[in-house]
């Protein structure tokens, strides 16, 4: 029980770093917590969590090695980086015609809450790259527990996305109302432009 809990506070820990950096997911948390509320930063992890999945089931059946190799990777950072660049496109499209009014989680520009996490993640390499290098050393020793360690260390990872997020979505949702229209269109605006920069850089990286 005692190395269970070692493995969810690790997973917790490690996990809470990442998503200290700045980086797509917290781009797009922005955005739509401005556009639909607090309820937008929960939404994003969700669509997050969703990706995440996946990729642990497709480690677990043993693809970790094929994800990990150079030419694989090479084709990740590039699809990833076109995709981020599309996703900034349409967010620097939206950013001409936005108020600040909430609406329904599935009314934003960017495709929703949830679908922009999912999105963000299997576009973004270095999420990818995450996984079948530290995320796949955690997962080893959690296998050692069996499915009681699995879900010790997917709990505690995904908690600290959850736990971060949402309070980034919940301090944004409460400040807009000092947010004027002409600087929300322009702060969406940095955003998009953020999200693109990252997408161009990915796609360096797979080219060159």
Same mark, same amino acid.
């Not at 694989?72 to 108020?99: E, H, P």
């Given at each position: 029980?005692?190395?269970?809990?070692?493995?969810?506070?690790?997973?917790?820990?490690?996990?809470?770093?990442?998503?200290?950096?700045?980086?797509?997911?917290?781009?797009?948390?922005?955005?739509?917590?401005?556009?639909?509320?607090?309820?937008a930063?929960?939404?994003? %992890?969700?669509?997050?969590? +969703?990706? $995440?999945?996946?990729?642990l089931?497709?480690?677990?059946?043993?693809? @970790?090695? *094929? !994800? =990990?190799r150079?030419?694989?990777?090479?084709?990740?950072?590039?699809?990833?980086?076109?995709?981020?660049?599309?996703?900034?496109?349409?967010?620097?499209?939206?950013?001409?015609?936005?108020?600040?009014e909430?609406?329904?989680?599935?009314?934003?520009?960017?495709?929703?809450?949830f679908?922009?996490?999912?999105?963000?993640?299997?576009?973004?390499?270095?999420?990818?790259?995450?996984?079948?290098?530290?995320?796949? %050393?955690?997962?080893?020793? +959690?296998? $050692?527990?069996?499915?009681?360690g699995?879900?010790?260390?997917?709990? @505690?990872? *995904? !908690? =600290?996305?959850?736990?971060?997020?949402?309070?980034?979505?919940?301090?944004?949702?409460?400040?807009?109302?000092?947010?004027?229209?002409?600087?929300?269109?322009k702060f969406?605006?940095?955003?998009g432009?953020?999200?693109?920069?990252?997408g161009a850089?990915?796609?360096?990286?797979?080219?060159?």
């Open positions: 029980m005692m190395e269970l809990f070692f493995i969810f506070t690790g997973a917790f820990a490690v996990a809470l770093s990442g998503a200290l950096i700045p980086g797509p997911m917290l781009t797009v948390t922005v955005f739509h917590s401005l556009k639909t509320g607090f309820r930063g929960p939404l994003v %992890t969700l669509g997050h969590a +969703a990706a $995440e999945l996946t990729l089931a497709l480690i677990i059946l043993g693809l @970790g090695g *094929i !994800l =990990a150079p030419a694989v990777m090479r084709v990740v950072f590039t699809a990833g980086g076109l995709l981020l660049i599309v996703t900034a496109a349409f967010m620097l499209k939206a950013s001409n015609n936005l108020s600040l909430i609406k329904s989680p599935g009314d934003s520009s960017a495709g929703g809450p679908l922009s996490g999912l999105i963000t993640s299997v576009s973004n390499p270095t999420w990818t790259l995450w996984w079948v290098t530290i995320g796949i %050393t955690y997962l080893t020793k +959690a296998l $050692e527990h069996g499915p009681a699995i879900a010790a260390f997917f709990s @505690g990872h *995904i !908690l =600290a996305d959850f736990g971060w997020y949402g309070f980034i979505s919940l301090a944004v949702s409460r400040g807009k109302s000092r947010i004027s229209p002409g600087a929300y269109r969406i605006s940095v955003c432009a953020a999200l693109g920069c990252f850089w990915f796609l360096l990286q797979g080219v060159l």
